[in-house]
């Protein structure tokens, strides 16, 4: 029993340090958060930003037929040149990583050494332990 409660004293005391320094990370970014905050600006600045705001923000008015027959146009566009793109190039075949052939005429590709053995007196050494274990 002396083990086990050793070992959850020791995991107790990792936990609450890992927890301890999250917590401490945590007030730093805070504030350092709060040291390099940037300034608020003037009350002339935010005036002049404020007023750029509402010039860019302010939507234009637009008949809703124009918009509609602009939104038709381009979809109709889009589609064509889909199309194009579709009845120009064919259809092109997939690769195929794991096709299994029909036939042994058929096997494409490169004799590959998966393993190499060499015998040298490590193959020996192996070799009589593997026969003093039977």
């Avoid at 958060?33 to 923000?57: G, L, N, Q, Y």
């Avoid at 299994?100 to 050494?113: A, C, L, N, R, S």
């Amino acid at each position: 029993m002396g083990d086990f409660g050793l070992g959850v004293q020791v995991t107790l005391w990792g936990m609450g340090l890992v927890f301890l320094t999250l917590i401490l990370v945590a007030i730093i970014i805070w504030a350092l958060d709060r040291i390099f905050r940037p300034k608020p600006a003037s009350e002339e600045e935010k005036e002049d930003e404020d007023e750029a705001v509402a010039a860019v923000e302010a939507p234009e008015v637009v008949a809703p037929q124009a918009s509609l027959a602009n939104e038709a146009a381009a979809i109709a566009v889009a589609l064509a040149l889909e199309m194009q793109r579709t009845v120009k190039q064919p259809a092109a075949k997939a690769a195929q990583p794991f096709f299994v052939p029909k036939t042994d005429e058929e096997i494409m590709g490169e004799v590959v050494t998966v393993i190499t053995t060499n015998p040298g007196p490590a193959v020996w050494k192996s070799y009589g332990r593997l026969r003093s274990t039977i």
